[in-house]
Every structure is written in C-alpha cells, then in structure tokens.
C-alpha cells in the first residue's frame, strides 16, 4: 500500500519502533527495495535525492514505486531526500512523492523556520508529509565533534512549522561507512524531551548497530541508510562484473548486485524493527 510518511510514523511511535528509510541510487534496485520490506512484513520508506529524482524523472519514479506498492502486502512511502529548493519539493509532490524533506538546516533558526513553512504549506495541498532539519548532520570530511541540535530551538521549530518529522543533529555524518560515529545519547534525549514528533536519524550507516535501539527509545523513528546499500551493490557489482563476458545478459550480472543490496536492507529492517 501507497502511504504517507506521516502515517507510518504514526504507527510506529505507538508500537515503539522504527521505520528504515533506504535511499533509491538507480530506478533497477526499486522493486528489489519493495521486495525485502515485504519479506520482513515492514513498513519502509524509499527515498530519493534531488539527483536521483531529476535523473529519474519525479513522476516517472512515483508512477513505478507507486505501482509496486499499491500490489505490495506492506505499506511504503516515496520521500524526497535533502531538497533545499521549494521549487524541488513542487516537482516532487506534483509527481506524486507522499513526503518531501525540506533541509534549512544551513539558515538561520528564522529563515529554517520560514521555508519550512512554505514546504509544510504546499506539501498540504497534496495530501503529503513533510521532514525538515535543525542542526548539523556532518557531510565530506568526518569531524570529531559536530554541535548537537539545541533542544530548545527544536521545540521552538516544530511549533511553529507544524512539520511531521524532524532530523537532528547528534554526532553522526552522512557517507560514513569505514569507521563507525559515536552519537550522543544523551544530546537525543534532552531533544526528545522537548520534541513529541518524530525525529529522524540521518547518517545511519555510520552508527553503530548496538545504538539503534536506544536512538528509537528516544524518539528517532525514521532511520535513514543510503551508503552501505550503496557500498554493498557496487562491491558485488565489482566481483560479478570483472568476471563477465560482453554478451551475457545484463540482467543476470545485475540480479546479484540487487540481492547484495537486498541483504543490507533487511539487515537495516532487522534493526529497527526488534
Ligand atoms: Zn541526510
């Protein structure tokens, strides 16, 4: 079933669980994604990058994820990753995404505040949620200490934008896959205790897995992977590939790269879901 962000964080509060939140690098790997989340009977939230949406084509992407849900025993929602362009957001929600994320987190509290609201205001028209994000969540080089979303702007935020879902700062980066981040606990829960909606983590390839299950105890139920799904298909990718021939079929090379991401995504599931 074709949802909203919204709803399937919902669900997921009051079951005190999380929601994986996997990002789509290619159209190929789409039903794939759909497929493992059936498999573990859960709900799962595909997402997609600017990028990735204008080389794929907005409604061409929703037209086929919605197509794939809408038969699928699990609901699944198609979310915009990172747009900091409202111009983006349209396109998306006009294509037919259920949920759009609007980054200001690079603003000021004021001007954050202020294109969130316009994000919240035209994601409503369509019926769609919407994500936003107060703080740091670290990008390129890794830094040791990142500043951790301050607890009271956030609540500040999210009653004045009136958004879904929010992404905060506590430490972890985004592409970080070879050493592991070591999150504050203890900046979520002071965030948490200002914050009833629910927060998201980003930069979940670089968490360890033994800090999960605290981050969804303390209200993160979106919990976004994209780099290891990626690492996973381009390293059997690499395998499959050296040893190919020019005619074989481009289809059997790529099933085994699918199925290492497959892997990676109900690792992820396994996760979250406990
Ligand atoms: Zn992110």
């Keep these: 079933m074709y949802t909203t962000m919204h709803h399937m964080l919902k669900m997921a509060k009051k079951e005190r669980k999380g929601v994986g939140a996997?990002?789509?690098?290619?159209?190929?790997?789409?039903?794939?994604?759909?497929?493992?989340?059936?498999?573990?009977?859960?709900?799962?939230?595909?997402?997609?990058?600017?990028?990735?949406?204008?080389?794929?084509?907005?409604?061409?992407?929703?037209?086929?994820?919605?197509?794939?849900?809408?038969?699928?025993?699990?609901?699944?929602?198609?979310?915009?990753?990172?747009?900091?362009?409202?111009?983006?957001?349209?396109?998306?929600?006009?294509?037919?995404?259920?949920?759009?994320?609007?980054?200001?987190?690079?603003?000021?509290?004021?001007?954050?505040?202020?294109?969130?609201?316009?994000?919240?205001?035209?994601?409503?028209?369509?019926?769609?949620?919407?994500?936003?994000?107060?703080?740091?969540?670290?990008?390129?080089?890794?830094?040791?200490?990142?500043?951790?979303?301050?607890?009271?702007?956030?609540?500040?935020?999210?009653?004045?934008?009136?958004?879904?879902?929010?992404?905060?700062g506590i430490g972890t980066h985004h592409g970080q896959y070879q050493a592991k981040t070591d999150i504050s606990l203890s900046a979520l829960s002071d965030i948490h205790a200002q914050v009833g909606i629910p927060l998201v983590l980003h930069g979940g390839t670089g968490v360890k897995e033994e800090d999960l299950a605290d981050c969804i105890s303390l209200g993160m139920h979106k919990l976004n992977f994209g780099t290891e799904l990626n690492v996973s298909w381009v390293r059997k990718a690499k395998e499959i590939f050296n040893d190919a021939m020019p005619d074989d079929s481009i289809r059997e090379l790529l099933i085994p790269c699918n199925e290492a991401m497959k892997r990676t995504i109900q690792n992820k599931i396994g996760l979250v879901r406990k």
């Design 22 to 168: 996997f990002n789509i690098h290619a159209l190929e790997v789409v039903p794939v994604m759909i497929r493992a989340a059936e498999e573990l009977n859960a709900p799962v939230v595909l997402q997609a990058s600017v990028s990735t949406a204008k080389y794929i084509g907005f409604d061409l992407l929703a037209a086929i994820v919605k197509n794939i849900a809408d038969k699928a025993s699990v609901e699944v929602a198609l979310h915009l990753d990172h747009a900091k362009e409202l111009k983006d957001i349209q396109d998306a929600l006009e294509g037919g995404f259920s949920s759009v994320m609007i980054d200001g987190s690079y603003l000021s509290l004021d001007d954050n505040i202020s294109i969130t609201c316009k994000a919240v205001e035209l994601a409503k028209r369509y019926g769609a949620s919407v994500e936003a994000e107060l703080g740091i969540v670290g990008r390129g080089k890794v830094i040791n200490k990142y500043p951790y979303t301050n607890p009271k702007d956030a609540k500040i935020f999210v009653d004045k934008t009136g958004v879904d879902a929010l992404a905060v």
